[in-house]
C-alpha cells in the first residue's frame, strides 16, 4: 500500500539516516515498509509503502496518518539540523556579501546562540521555551494531512516564509553581535598595546572587587593605593558617568602592574569585568578562590 513520497533537491547521508531511524521504529513491531529511492537529475525522489499483511494493529487509514507523523518528525529535523545553515549560508552570501568567508562562517557562530536563546519567551513573568522545530513539524503536519507527496525544497520556500522571516532577523541580530565582538577585540588590542609599551611601576596589585561594582586597590603588602592621577581620573570619568568597571581597567593599565590579584567581598554580578581583565593583562593575572585577606574583608563588612 502507498503511504507517501518525498522528493529532495540534494541528499545527504543524514537525510537518509534520520528517515531510517523513523521506519526502525515500525520495524520493531514487525511492519514491513519498502522505500524505493529514485535519482532524477540532482532530485532523489524516495517512495514509501507498506506491506499491509504486516499491518496487525491498525487500519490502513490509522497506519498512513501514524507514519505521516513519524515522517514529519524526521523532515522537520532535516530541516532544523540539515537545511537550516545551507539556507542561513545563502542568506549570508546575498546579503552580507561583503563580509568574508571567514567572517561569515564566525557569523554562522553567532547565529547559532541567537537561535538558541531566542526559543526562551517571557509571559506574565514566567520562562517558556517554544521550539522552532515545534512550529515547523505542525506546519508538515497540517500540510501532509490533504496531501501524499512532498517536495521539500519547495515546502521550505513556500509553505515556511515566515520560518526564513524569522532566520533572517537572527542574522541580522548575529551580524550585530559579530560586529560588536569585533570592536570589543579591538579594543582589547589596543589596551594590550598601552600595558606592552608601559614599564611596570609596581610589582604586585590586589584588586578588591564589591557586589556594587566598587573596588579598593592594595599593594601586595595589602596597604591602600592611593595616587593622585588615580584620584583625578577616577573623579573626571565619574563626572561624566562612565562606569566603574572601565576606571578599574584603566586604573590598572595607569599602574601597570607585573602582577595582578583578585579578589572578591561578595557575590560578583558582572564578571564581564573580569573577563577584560583577563584578556588585557592575560598572565599577569590570578583570580583569588578564597584567602585570608578575602575572609579578613568579608568580617569587616559583615560588622
Do not use: W
Amino acid at each position: 500500500m502507498y503511504l507517501l513520497s518525498v522528493l529532495f533537491s540534494e541528499t545527504a547521508q543524514y537525510i537518509f539516516d534520520r528517515i531510517d531511524k523513523e521506519i526502525h521504529c515500525f520495524e520493531k513491531e514487525g511492519i514491513i515498509i519498502e522505500k524505493h529511492t529514485e535519482k532524477q537529475g540532482k532530485n532523489e525522489y524516495i517512495t514509501f509503502e507498506v506491506q499491509t499483511s504486516s499491518l496487525k494493529n491498525y487500519t490502513k487509514k490509522d497506519f498512513q496518518n501514524i507514519f505521516k507523523h513519524y515522517l514529519a518528525n524526521a523532515f522537520s529535523d532535516i530541516i532544523i539540523y540539515y537545511e537550516e545553515i545551507k539556507l542561513a549560508r545563502k542568506i549570508l552570501q546575498e546579503q552580507y556579501y561583503y563580509f568574508s568567508p571567514v567572517e561569515r562562517e564566525s557569523i554562522l557562530g553567532h547565529l547559532e546562540n541567537v537561535l538558541k536563546s531566542e526559543e526562551y519567551k517571557y509571559h506574565e513573568g514566567v520562562t517558556y521555551r517554544i521550539s522552532r522545530k515545534a512550529k515547523i513539524l505542525q506546519q508538515i503536519m497540517d500540510y501532509l494531512k490533504e496531501n501524499d507527496f512532498i517536495h521539500l525544497d519547495g515546502f521550505i520556500r513556500f509553505r515556511l516564509k515566515n520560518y526564513i522571516m524569522e532566520l533572517e532577523d537572527s542574522i541580522d541580530k548575529a551580524v550585530e553581535d559579530f560586529l560588536m565582538e569585533k570592536e570589543y577585540n579591538e579594543f582589547i588590542r589596543l589596551l594590550r598595546y598601552f600595558v606592552d609599551i608601559q614599564e611596570a611601576k609596581i610589582d604586585t596589585i590586589n584588586v578588591l572587587i564589591h557586589e556594587d561594582g566598587k573596588y579598593h586597590l592594595f599593594d601586595k603588602l595589602r596597604r591602600s593605593i592611593n595616587n593622585e592621577y588615580i584620584e583625578d581620573l577616577a573623579a573626571e570619568m565619574l563626572d561624566n558617568d562612565i562606569g566603574y568597571d572601565d576606571l578599574l581597567i584603566s586604573s590598572l593599565i595607569t599602574i601597570a602592574p607585573k602582577k595582578i590579584i583578585i579578589h572578591f567581598s561578595g557575590k560578583i554580578h558582572n564578571k564581564e569585568i573580569i573577563k577584560t581583565i583577563k584578556n588585557v593583562f592575560s598572565d599577569r593575572v590570578s583570580v583569588c578562590s578564597g584567602c585570608d585577606f578575602c575572609t579578613l574583608i568579608q568580617h569587616v563588612k559583615e560588622e
